[in-house]
Antibody, heavy 121, light 107 residues
Framework: QVQLVESGGGVVQPGGSLRLSCEAS????????MHWVRQAPGKGLEWVAF????????YYADSVKGRFTVSRDNSKNTLYLQMSSLRAEDTTIYYC??????????????WGQGTLVTVSS | DIQMTQSPSTLSASVRDRVTITCRAS??????LAWYQQKPGKAPKLLIY???NLESGVPSRFSGSGSGTEFTLTITSLQPDDFATYYC?????????FGQGTKVEIK
């Protein structure tokens, strides 16, 4: 079955950087678009970033544009989120999520367990 | 950006109740709408896509309807496992956006 396992979260100082990883298994990773979605503790869901199956297109939420970079390594079945210039408001749980369809983007049919990023001095 | 507004924010209900949650989009999203269920400490789970299509493995007591700007999620005969927070999400256009959530709690 589909499994998505995030890692790389932790505590980082404001202005710092962190790289999250999401290791995928149980499906043909190179066929599907992938997303990062975040959720502040006790708050709602916010879509963060998307990358097409082949990495040819990337989209970002305005709140992270210019600071975060999404990438993937299809040979390693792994999705990444490079985060820089981190702010207190980036303190959230980050989930990776898989597109349901190879042709329609934006329906998240599988999610990881999430990794917590805390930005604090 | 397309704004998604859910109502109510909190809903108190009893087992076997029929529950309806409404989601409104700030502009026409056709039927490009999904619903998710989230339990405390867990990742969201896809329930419904394309407004009314049930995701595989989701019980048939869940149903979705609507198109354009107004949508509903209905749970017939609420079960103990259904007490959770529900989110709608549009995927008509980037950036993909979620409603603020509706918490279904025990009455």
């Amino acid at each position: 079955q589909v499994q998505l396992v995030e890692s790389g979260g932790g505590v980082v100082q404001p202005g710092g950087s962190l790289r999250l990883s999401c290791e995928a298994s149980g499906f043909s990773f190179s066929d599907y678009g992938m997303h990062w979605v975040r959720q502040a503790p006790g708050k709602g869901l916010e879509w963060v970033a998307f990358i097409r199956y082949d990495g040819s297109n990337k989209y970002y939420a305005d709140s992270v544009k210019g600071r975060f970079t999404v990438s993937r390594d299809n040979s390693k079945n792994t999705l990444y989120l490079q985060m820089s210039s981190l702010r207190a408001e980036d303190t959230t749980i980050y989930y990776c999520a898989k597109d349901q369809s190879i042709t329609v983007f934006g329906v998240f049919d599988s999610w990881g367990q999430g990794t917590l990023v805390t930005v604090s001095s | 950006d397309i704004q998604m507004t859910q109502s109510p924010s909190t809903l108190s209900a009893s087992v076997r109740d029929r529950v309806t949650i409404t989601c409104r989009a700030s502009q026409n999203i056709n039927n490009w709408l999904a619903w998710y269920q989230q339990k405390p400490g867990k990742a969201p789970k896809l329930l419904i896509y394309k407004a009314s299509n049930l995701e595989s493995g989701v019980p048939s007591r869940f149903s979705g309807s609507g198109s354009g700007t107004e949508f509903t999620l209905t749970i017939t005969s609420l079960q103990p496992d259904d007490f959770a927070t529900y989110y709608c999400q549009q995927y008509n256009s980037y950036p993909w956006t979620f409603g603020q959530g509706t918490k279904v709690e025990i009455k």
